[in-house]
């Protein structure tokens, strides 16, 4: 299984961003689809995740600005990411829950993409 997260870059502060993440290989179901960051200095923490019986949770602060959906038949999911400020400059990374018959449920992590927001 590999994920693939694109769609960061560079934006001005009070600007959107999305983000997607796309799933590949072998799966039978996504159980949770996530988006985590890391700000320099800082620990990784979670943005949003969203379980495929569509319950979400927010991390601390992220409820207001940032939006999660997924497109089940393509295992891929998207963060919508709105009003930006500088302190939301920070790797972001997409996670999922996966199962497959072979290995049960396993947590996998895209490569990370950069999101830099300017003041």
């Known amino acids: 299984v590999q994920l693939q997260a694109s769609g960061g870059g560079l934006v001005q502060a009070g600007g959107s961003l999305r983000l997607s993440c796309a799933a590949s290989?072998?799966?039978?179901?996504?159980?949770?689809m996530s988006w985590y960051r890391q700000r320099p200095g800082r620990q990784r923490e979670l943005v949003v995740s969203l379980t495929k019986e569509g319950r979400i949770r927010y991390g601390d602060s992220m409820r207001s600005r940032f939006t999660i959906s997924r497109d089940i038949s393509s295992n891929t999911w998207d963060l919508q990411m709105n009003d930006l400020e500088s302190e939301d400059t920070a790797a972001y990374y997409c996670?999922?829950?996966?199962?497959?018959?072979?290995?049960?449920?396993?947590?996998?992590w895209g490569q990370g993409t950069q999101v830099t927001v300017s003041s």
């Open positions: 996670n999922a829950n996966i199962y497959n018959y072979g290995t049960g449920s396993v947590d996998y």
């Open positions: 290989g072998n799966i039978v179901v996504i159980n949770i």
